[in-house]
């Protein structure tokens, strides 16, 4: 017969083998794409699902949650789940059970910018906290998150049309990011934003390398780029989208065959997405105006830095 605390011991192990990883949810679109690549990757590795904690858009106004456009995996962590690993506490059981093994550090926050390699090791209970922006985290899944980010809704009015003329041409999308690259002073001091300069070197590259390109430009700023950013190639303004719908934008940068992005997370990941076998990616040579963060582990190495 089975003793009772026997039977604790089996439910206890049991229930703790049911691997619970939560990874916050915060920032623009692409942080949040980051954010939930990596907690992707945990669920494959430990055969579980994972949930996500929204709860930092009550206080965080400058971007909304932007996952749910995509065909994503996971839940949304409710208040109990995220109290217990991200400030838990050992039961009297958990001493008594699992003293030797007790795992007390289920918060995990991001302390450094670069790739954390012991982060891919975890295979208990973890709240994941912070950007993890690099594609060592994620790479060998990009089958996957090239599924779970695909739209639910098909791209329809205009920029279906659009979507029509990037497919038929050798579009090159144009990312720039200005609005809160300028007004917000945290954002100022860490990124900059990247200079008209920068923009034509990296079309004229794009110009050597490939014939009758068509750009496709895409900002938070259209009237600037409209002044300041031509071509003698055929150059269409992205502005028929506002914030609301930037999933489209970055959808749309991901179906042109070569693009030039922003330091930003945002286009990168419609670069990333870019599935064309011959694309060419051009990102900015300094990604960060504050020389304190590393980009090293941030651009794949086939990508080429202007």
Known sequence: MISWYNHIVFIAQYERRKVLIITSIYGGLGNQMFQYALGRKLAIITNQDFKYDLTAFKKYKVHQYGLSSFNIKGSIAIDSEIKKLKYQK??????????????????????????????????????????????????????????DFSLIDEVIGEGANYLEKINQTNSVSIHIRRGDYLSNNQ???????????????????????????????????????????????????????GPEKNYEDLYLMSQCKFNIIANSSFSWWGAWLNEHKNKIVIAPKQWFQNFKYSDDDLIPPSWIRI
């Not at 034509?200 to 590259?205: D, L, N, Q």
């Not at 938070?220 to 303004?237: F, G, L, M």
């Open 90 to 147: 050992p039961t009297i059981l958990d001493l008594l059970l699992f003293h030797k093994n007790l795992n007390l550090d289920s918060y995990i926050k991001e302390t450094i910018f670069s790739f954390d390699k012991s982060v891919l090791k975890i295979v208990d209970d973890v709240y994941l906290d912070g950007y993890w922006q690099s594609e060592k985290y994620f790479l060998d899944i990009r089958k996957e998150l090239l599924s």
């Open 187 to 241: 954002a100022s001091l860490i990124h900059g934003i990247c200079s008209k300069d920068y923009y034509i070197k990296s079309m004229t590259y794009i110009e050597s390398q490939i014939k009758n390109p068509i750009y496709f430009v895409f900002s938070d700023d259209q009237a600037w780029v409209k002044k300041e950013i031509t071509s003698k190639h055929p150059i269409y303004y992205m502005d028929f989208n």
